[in-house]
């Protein structure tokens, strides 16, 4: 026996599924999605030599005391001012609290267009510091350098 269907049960079968999709979307659309951990903070610090200003911004879960616990993301940003460089930079983000220590570089490919970047992360730490090194690029003469301490946390 084959099973065939007409227009109309065609058409009815076809609007309940569209029907229902949009009903599902509608529901999914009011669910409110809560990050994994919602006491995340969020910290900026930032350095600057020459006219150039690096600024590291870490996301992370509050430890102990406050402390930085686990990392969730580690962004970087360089403002090169009235500097004439391209976007060959160094980012170097050290973090002292494991062993071996955590350590996320750019490279010589660090971007120097003011806006945030992705550097690493999604680790957890223990106690001990951490510290960023950014290395400039300025062309036609020395490339400055500053260094972010972040030890108290």
């Known amino acids: 026996m084959v099973n065939t269907l007409n227009a109309r049960q065609i058409t009815k079968t076809t609007n309940r599924f569209v029907i229902a999709t949009a009903a599902m979307a509608i529901a999914c659309s009011s669910i409110a999605f809560t990050p994994v951990n919602a006491d995340a903070v969020i910290r900026d610090y930032s350095c600057s030599k020459g006219g150039f200003t690096g600024a590291i911004k870490i996301d992370y879960n509050q430890g102990l005391g406050g402390r930085i616990g686990s990392i969730i993301r580690i962004n970087y940003k360089i403002n ?53 090194k950014f290395i400039f690029d300025k ?11 972040i030890s108290k946390y």
């Open 80 to 132: 090169k001012g009235s500097n004439r460089g391209g976007n060959k930079a160094n980012v170097t983000y050290v973090d002292n609290g494991n062993l071996p220590a955590t350590v996320f570089k750019t490279g010589d490919a660090g971007v120097q267009d003011n806006k945030w970047r992705y550097l690493g992360g999604s680790y957890s730490r223990g106690g001990g510091n951490i510290y960023v």
């Open 139 to 149: 062309s036609f003469a020395a490339d400055p350098s500053c260094k972010v301490d």
